[in-house]
């Protein structure tokens, strides 16, 4: 643990200075401030289970060994207002391999920041003290930024306050389907085609048998009932599944993934954040969706059906269940998370781009070859968007 007094001179009168900044690099020590963390989560204006400190403890535990922790407590007149989490890591580019500094979410959500009711400050007093800070990075990218307009120009401010000036680029597209209305709303907002899809996929289903659908989610303390009959069964749904042949290393049937799942699994259960609907005909499981909730806010991680049912579609009838069960729950949001936006183009009601910043220092070296690439990029992006506006 080190701390470091750090004071962000504000470019109006409205910031407030955090007076120090405590490195945490041990997970073990961290866990130790379980309580600080999640009073300061609750108070988040924006977040996920991805932001809790159950996620990050598995996280870690399974690939964090090739990672170094640098979780910055922000603290206020001794009280402690924020945390930073951050991590050092291998990343490998297309001009070699180098240390990125950047939030430990690793594409598995959609969207990271601080944690705390002022998050901007506290990325300031973080950054800060990173840029006071002996460099164990190559670059710094700060990923996963949400699109809004608040937190977009509030990021590139807190950077260039600090003299980290980073080049906004965009990341990832995030599919979402927007319930806060009701279903109802949702249901007469798509297009004819795809409700008569729905209703007939459901008919066809009714005539190969029962079919029952059933979802578990957890209050906090779930007593140990962590339903491994549903985690199993969708498991094998992935095997059965386009999912069964991937190579991305990524879905839930993966030898590399599944006791990682397994893991958070628990972790998600006993904070009352897990999610899973499944849907059998004769008992026989056809389709499923796996899921984590927070706050009303459901992250979609892995969805698919047997290849079986593929010409009824078992899928699209769970999905059209799931979104409508929500709407009753309460849910305003399913973030469907990002890839395959194609085939998640019927259901979702809008798209929102994340992005990173990145911040390479000067100097001498590869890290140039780096700078130079980036630069590139955002050439070549622009003229494409510049294109896509003339023919528009």
Known sequence: ??????????????????????EINSLQELLEHRADWNRLLEQSPRVDFFHTLDWLEVYLKHFGQKQRLRALMVHEAGELVGILPLIVRPDRTKVGMFRVLTYPLDDWGSFYGPIGPRPMETLRAGLSYIRASRRDWDYLELRWVDSTPEEQGGVAEELDAVNLAGIPRPH???PLIDIADGWDAYWASRSGSWRSNCRRNA?????LGYVEKTRFRTDVDCGGDYRWDLFDACVELSRHSWQGSSTTGTTMCHESIEPFLRDVHIAACRVGCIDVSLLTVDGN???FNYNYVYRGRVSGLRLGFHRDFRSVGA??????????????????????????LEAKKRIVTNVETTYRYCH????????QLLRVKRWLDSRRTAANEFTVALQG
Do not use: Y
Not at 1 to 22: I, L, S, W
């Open 1 to 22: 643990m080190r701390a470091c007094p750090t004071t962000m001179q504000a470019a109006d009168n409205r910031k407030q200075t955090m007076d120090q900044v405590v």
């Open 172 to 174: 990832v597209s995030i």
């Open 203 to 207: 008919k066809k289903l009714d005539k």
């Open 285 to 287: 499981p056809a389709a």
């Open 315 to 340: 899928g699209t009838v769970l999905m059209q269940w799931l979104i409508q069960d929500s709407c009753e729950r309460g849910d305003h949001l399913i973030d469907l998370l990002p890839g395959s």
């Open 360 to 367: 390479i220092p000067f100097g001498i070296g590869r890290s």
